[in-house]
């Protein structure tokens, strides 16, 4: 069974401080994993997302994240987070056949003046 | 830009009254699901759909829940008798295929009372 784990469950950085969120995964196969943010009482915007390739993936918003297969991990990072990255951030990993996502129990950020 | 379209955004109703939560995937895309999200909680898998079938489940899409895709374009959740748990924020999510990404809805927000 796949499943996802976010060591954090919150997180407070200075502005223009970076940031990493870690998340590591449990899946029998070649992993898909996703980062998401919501906003409070907001819907999932998908920051981004590794599906084969280059392990190193670059999103929305300045956001990066890398594959690391040996680790299970795939940890989102920032080099300078901004007030409005405050929310909660949610890793996920895909299923290859039927397609669903199961995700990880989510970051809330808090981003200090 | 596609999107996927979820009504009402706010649904509030009495504990036992069935109650139909409504999605428009995105046009061309085969494979549907719903997500739900208990307030403060991580977002957990319903189900998944394609071929005009149930695809997978999880333990929560009990004998209570049905979905549905009446025609061409929406993609319906149907609490039977609903309960004062199943109060939550219901995503919708659709995707081309599975080894492509899940474009999900803002969300309808069940309140049971």
């Known amino acids: 069974a796949q499943s996802v784990t976010q060591p954090d469950i919150h997180i407070t950085v200075s502005e223009g401080a970076s940031l990493e969120l870690r998340c590591n995964y449990s899946y029998g196969a070649t992993p898909y994993l996703f980062w998401y943010v919501q906003s409070p009482g907001q819907g999932l915007q998908l920051l981004l997302k590794y599906f084969s390739g280059d392990t190193l993936v670059q999103g929305i918003k300045g956001f990066e994240a890398e594959f690391k297969r040996s680790q299970s991990s795939f940890n989102l990072r920032k080099p300078s987070v901004h007030w409005s990255d405050a929310a909660e951030y949610f890793c996920a990993v895909g299923n290859t056949n039927a397609g669903k996502s199961t995700f990880g129990d989510g970051t809330t950020l808090t981003v200090k003046p | 830009e596609p999107e996927v379209t979820q009504t009402p955004s706010h649904q509030v109703t009495q504990m036992g009254q069935e109650v139909i939560l409504r999605c428009v995937p995105i046009?061309?895309?085969?494979?549907f699901y719903w997500y739900r999200q208990i307030l403060g909680q991580k977002v957990e898998f319903l189900v998944s759909?394609?071929?005009?079938?149930?695809?997978?489940k999880s333990e929560i899409f009990d004998d209570q829940f049905s979905v549905e895709r009446p025609d061409g374009s929406n993609f319906t959740l149907k609490i039977r008798s609903t309960k004062l748990e199943d109060s939550a924020m219901y995503f919708c999510?659709?995707?081309?295929?599975?080894?492509?990404?899940?474009?999900f809805g803002q969300g309808t927000r069940l309140t049971v009372v």
């Open positions: 759909f394609y071929n005009n079938e149930i695809s997978e």
């Open positions: 999510a659709s995707r081309l295929d599975p080894r492509s990404e899940a474009f």
């Open positions: 046009s061309n895309h085969l494979y």
